[in-house]
Structures are given as C-alpha cells and as structure tokens.
C-alpha cells in the first residue's frame, strides 16, 4: 500500500518540476522583481493536499482524492506562471528591439520580422486556448503551452546574442550619416563661395 502511495506521489514530480520552473522564470524575467501571489497561492494549496494525503495513504479512494486535487493546484500555479511570463517576457523582448529602426533590424536582424515577432505573438494569443484546452485534457495543454513558454525563452537569448550586432550596426550608421551631414554642410558653404566669388567678379 505505502509503495503504491509513493508511485502516485511520484507521478506529481515531474509536473511540479516544470512549475517551479515556470515560477523561477517569471522571478527572473521580472524587471520589478515582484513576488506574484497567485502561482505561490496554489502552490500552497497543493502542498495541503499532499499532506492530507500522507495522513490517509491507507484510504485509497480519499487518498487518491487529495492527490488529484494537489495535482490541478500544481497545474494551476504553473499556468499562472506561465501567463505571466508569456506577457512580461513577450514585452520584454520587443522593448529590447524597440531602439532600432527597420532598416538595422532588415540588415542584421530579418528573422524578427519574419518569425521571431509573429512567434511572439502567436505566443501570447494562445494563453486563453491552452486555458480553454486544460478543462478538457489538463497534461497535453499544459506541456503544449510549457514548451512554448520554453521556445520564448530561447527567442530571448537569441535578441540577446543579437544585441551587440545591431548596436554596432547603429554605431557604423550614425558615424555614416554624421560624415554625409559633414559634407552636405562643407559641400553647402563651397557652393555659398563660389557663388559669392562669381558675384564679385561679374561687378
């Protein structure tokens, strides 16, 4: 009996594994650095039932009821990580690339415009789906909408890597566009003399 309690305590492992990832990621990516109560709330409320359910292991069906509660309070703790983060880091990413133009990103950057923004986006139009989906199949959605949660991650540390290309661009162009305005203005005040020496030599 206490080896079939310890196999159903089990199962909840790898779940709770990807929710305190889910909730340390939103603890990073936070720019305010905010402890958000809601995840840590059914965390709570989780933990409760797991601890019900070693006072009753030897009652199958009430100890197979707290488990199953526990589990949905883990499932809902990580989707309001994962909610969380979808916006903040979504957010986040574009904000990193808002103080560059169309022409750096097309010429260092293109993907952001022909896969890496749409992502994001179709990223967080899912989270109301994977919401809708849990209801019906809780596992599937949940690693569905966790691996996406995954992949924005990894968009993150790509526009990272990305940071120092496009500044450098930036760099490059000013010192371009500073050296055009240069001559444009030495170009300017040669024609001015030029023409102020042609008025003196026609009087």
Wanted: glycine share 2%; charged share 25%; net charge neutral.
């Amino acid at each position: 009996m206490v080896e079939n309690y310890h196999n159903k305590l089990n199962q909840l492992s790898p779940l709770y594994e990807k929710v305190k990832f889910a909730i340390l990621l939103v603890e990073n990516f936070d720019e305010k650095q905010e402890m958000y109560v809601a995840p840590i709330n059914q965390l709570r409320s989780a933990l409760d039932h797991i601890f019900k359910s070693v006072n009753i292991a030897n009652e199958s069906a009430n100890c197979d009821y707290e488990i199953k509660e526990a589990k949905e309070h883990l499932e809902r703790a990580g989707y309001d990580a994962l909610e969380l983060l979808a916006g903040s880091l979504g957010t986040s990413i574009i904000n990193k690339l808002m103080p560059y133009d169309t022409e750096t990103l097309t010429n260092v950057f293109p993907s952001y415009f022909t896969s890496i923004k749409p992502k994001i986006i179709e990223i967080q139009q899912n989270v109301a789906l994977r919401r809708m989906e849990r209801k019906i199949e809780s596992n599937k959605s949940f690693s569905a909408y966790f691996d996406e949660i995954v992949e924005l991650v990894n968009i993150n540390k790509s526009v990272d890597k990305m940071i120092p290309s496009l500044q450098e661009f930036n760099r490059k162009k000013g010192k371009e566009n500073r050296k055009d305005i240069l001559w444009k203005i030495i170009i300017g005040l040669i024609s001015c003399l030029v023409g102020f020496l042609l008025s003196k030599i026609h009087w």
